[in-house]
């Protein structure tokens, strides 16, 4: 398995302000995605982060909006700025690490965010 | 792009019946469907999967079908117990989960006593 330590846990937040969400992971990992989960529905994926290079985003989710750090095999980080109460969701990162067998994906355990 | 439906959205059985839930998807070079299991407030945990290789796969009370032709696959849940209550979700993915996955909408099972 792998042990992936996400946080904050939660946060309330003023609209307009950008927060960053942190993940590492016990082992390293060539890519980690970051999901996005809204009340009652299913995951959507964000961007994916590698390390050395810039994230690959997903249609309809952009740079400017959600900027992604990656300086190493263990973390990420991911921003949501200048926010809007549509951005209060539940905010994920996810892994496949080799030493699991790089087949199954292991999730954080979430952000959950509100933007009032 | 890959995308991924699921049916149904609710499923409520009694206790000791039997849950299917369906999924198709439209990328025809994907070729691994995991399932997950959400419960309320906490993450995502695969309880199974499948490769594109194999049509069916068991792990105790839980199984999962593939029809790589039709692009179908099928999560089945027999002799369910209260605890098996949650949010389940199929995805698809090209190689594992070292890819993106997408996910299917997601299907409440409730487990009547």
């Known amino acids: 398995s792998a042990v992936i330590s996400q946080k904050p846990s939660r946060d309330i937040c003023q609209r307009g302000t950008s927060l960053t969400i942190q993940c590492q992971v016990d082992s390293q990992v060539t890519m980690m995605f970051w999901y996005r989960q809204q009340p009652g529905q299913s995951l959507t994926l964000i961007a994916t982060?590698?390390?050395?290079?810039?994230?690959?985003?997903e249609s309809g989710f952009v740079i400017d909006k959600f900027p992604i750090s990656r300086p190493n095999l263990t973390f990420s980080t991911l921003t949501v700025s200048n926010m809007s109460p549509e951005d209060s969701s539940i905010y994920l990162c996810?892994?496949?690490?080799?030493?699991?067998?790089?087949?199954?994906?292991?999730f954080g355990q979430g952000t959950r965010l509100t933007v009032v | 792009g890959e995308n991924v439906e699921q049916h149904p959205s609710t499923l409520s059985v009694q206790e000791g019946d039997s849950a299917v839930i369906k999924c198709t998807y439209s990328d025809s070079a994907s070729n691994y469907f995991p399932w997950y299991k959400q419960e309320l407030g906490k993450r995502p945990q695969l309880i199974i999967d499948?490769?594109?290789?194999?049509g069916e796969k068991k792990d105790q009370r839980i199984a999962v079908t593939l029809n790589k032709t039709a692009k179908h696959f099928s999560l089945h849940i027999t002799e369910t117990q209260p605890e098996d209550s949650a949010v389940y979700f199929c995805?698809?993915?090209?190689?594992?989960?070292?890819?993106?996955?997408?996910f299917g909408t997601g299907t409440q099972l409730k487990v009547e006593l």
């Open positions: 996810s892994v496949a690490p080799r030493s699991a067998g790089g087949t199954e994906a292991f």
């Open positions: 499948i490769r594109s290789n194999v």
């Open positions: 995805a698809a993915s090209l190689t594992g989960g070292g890819n993106k996955l997408t």
């Open positions: 982060a590698n390390q050395g290079s810039e994230a690959t985003y």
